[in-house]
Nanobody
């Protein structure tokens, strides 16, 4: 059984930075695609970034240049470094993994629950202005 646990969330001022981590436990040999999603209150869930086993990353436009997704396979950990945070970035952030290929936001966004088989429970990011 695969488990994903997010950590590193919290409250930060606008313009600040925060790095989220997602520790993956269990058998993930065929789960090469990893992703971050977020959902703000009253909003639909939004894909943020993906990264595949070759460390090829894709992002939604609104976070390009501000967010960086990375992974450490030796530590079974996914990261999301968030800089220049703005109020609209406030949300519950979720990590997920799956076997979808290619691993890209434009592919996963269509059917995330079908394409990514494992999900974390989420962690809150709050941004004060």
């Amino acid at each position: 059984q695969v488990q994903l646990v997010e950590c590193g969330g919290g409250s930060v001022q606008a313009g600040g930075s925060l790095t989220l981590s997602c520790v993956v436990a269990g058998y993930t040999a065929n789960r090469h695609c990893m992703a971050w999603f977020r959902q703000a209150p009253g909003q639909e869930r939004e894909e943020v970034a993906t990264i595949d086993s070759d460390d090829v990353a894709t992002y939604i436009e609104s976070v390009k240049g501000r967010f960086t997704v990375s992974r450490d396979n030796a530590k079974n950990t996914l990261y999301l470094e968030m800089n220049s945070l703005i109020p609209v970035d406030a949300a519950m952030y979720y990590c997920a993994c799956g076997s979808v290929s290619p691993c890209a936001v434009v592919v996963v966004a269509a059917h995330p629950d079908q394409l990514l088989q494992e999900w974390g429970k989420g962690i809150q990011v709050t941004i004060s202005s």
